[in-house]
């Protein structure tokens, strides 16, 4: 991992003390009134938020080690357009509309496997009264890179480790953890990659408003993670039941990001504990063709340590000219 050393990697901003704190929800409900029904610890108490969002992030980090070391067997199977696929099956499904980095188009597309899966998925969510949209799908080298460095999502995750840090600057090493759990910083750990994952919403089929799961996709917070108790009741019934739908149609969730869901990669094989080497794993596609080619060096970053260090730079001074107060800086 050149440029960055294990050691960095795995430094906590948090001490023991400050974990013991997460004994305030762990195991805990919150009740309607978004108060800890077990010692009615406030939701908004800013010491277990920052607490719950250090201790899921170091989860994740785990998390990516081991798909770093998952073996893959990647079987070249061709990519599908969603938008057709759907069309032609008599299903809803809504897709965003907006640009991609740099202004590329998205590019919605799943392996030919689970376009049954996918198409299934949707059909139960219309009966339920829902719409499925697709977010995001396939990720070239270039989207990953920069998905991560646009200045939106970068000056959002900035803001979260200032805060996780007590202020402190932290350095491109430390954020290079944080990005890796959060866009994804390697090809292998980055599932948009293998053409194997989607980010979805669900919109109410009647109204066409985004239905409440706590927050948008990318949503970057303490409310980030799949099981966050930082969200409403009604919000956590909406997530369980989007993870139930689509685990029926052979996709799992992954657990950091309510988000995101995927089958057939490495993600899937460690969360449901399988021994076998994914199906999918990170390639180089192109539309024009539909040729996949995999990568070669799937672990190598696609940011190097001085880019980061001047997206940190350039963030600082972005909350500077609009007046932010920009904590150590």
Not at 225 to 246: C, H, Q, Y
């Amino acid at each position: 991992m050149d440029g960055f050393t294990q050691q960095s990697l795995n430094e906590t901003p948090c001490s023991l003390d400050t974990f013991s704190t997460i004994a305030l929800w762990s195991g805990c409900k919150i009740n309607g009134e978004g108060l800890h029904e077990e010692g009615k610890m406030t939701v908004d108490d800013d010491a277990v938020r920052r607490a719950y969002w250090t201790s899921q992030l170091e989860e994740a980090h785990s998390f990516m080690m081991r798909v770093m070391d998952y073996p893959v067997i990647e079987c070249g199977e061709t990519f599908v357009p969603l938008g057709p696929a759907a069309s032609e099956a008599g299903v809803e499904v809504a897709f965003s509309n907006l640009p991609h980095v740099q202004g590329l188009p998205r590019l919605f597309v799943l392996r030919q496997g689970q376009i049954r899966g996918f198409l299934q998925a949707a059909q139960e969510m219309n009966r339920r009264g829902w719409v499925l949209k697709v977010e995001d799908g396939f990720r070239n080298r270039t989207m990953q890179k920069y998905i991560g460095r646009t200045p939106a999502v970068f000056d959002a995750i900035l803001r979260k480790v200032l805060w996780e840090l007590d202020g402190r600057t932290p350095d491109a090493a430390f954020m290079f953890k944080r990005a890796l759990t959060l866009t994804a910083q390697m090809p292998k750990t980055g599932t948009h990659m293998s053409g194997s994952a989607i980010d979805i919403s669900v919109l109410d089929r009647a109204t066409g408003e985004e239905i409440d799961r706590g927050g948008p996709s990318l949503e970057m917070s303490e409310r980030t993670a799949m099981n966050s108790p930082f969200v409403s009741a009604a919000a956590t019934r909406n997530r369980e039941e989007i993870v139930a739908i689509m685990s029926r149609a052979g996709f799992v969730a992954y657990p950091y990001e309510f988000w995101h869901f995927n089958s057939g990669d490495a993600y899937e094989g460690i969360l449901q504990g399988s021994r076998e080497a994914a199906r999918y794993g990170a390639v180089d596609w192109d539309p024009a063709t539909g040729k996949i080619v995999p990568i070669m060096e799937p672990t190598q970053p696609l940011n190097e340590m001085a880019e980061i260090e001047a997206e940190i730079k350039a963030s600082l001074q972005r909350a500077k000219r609009v007046g932010e107060t920009v904590p150590g800086a």
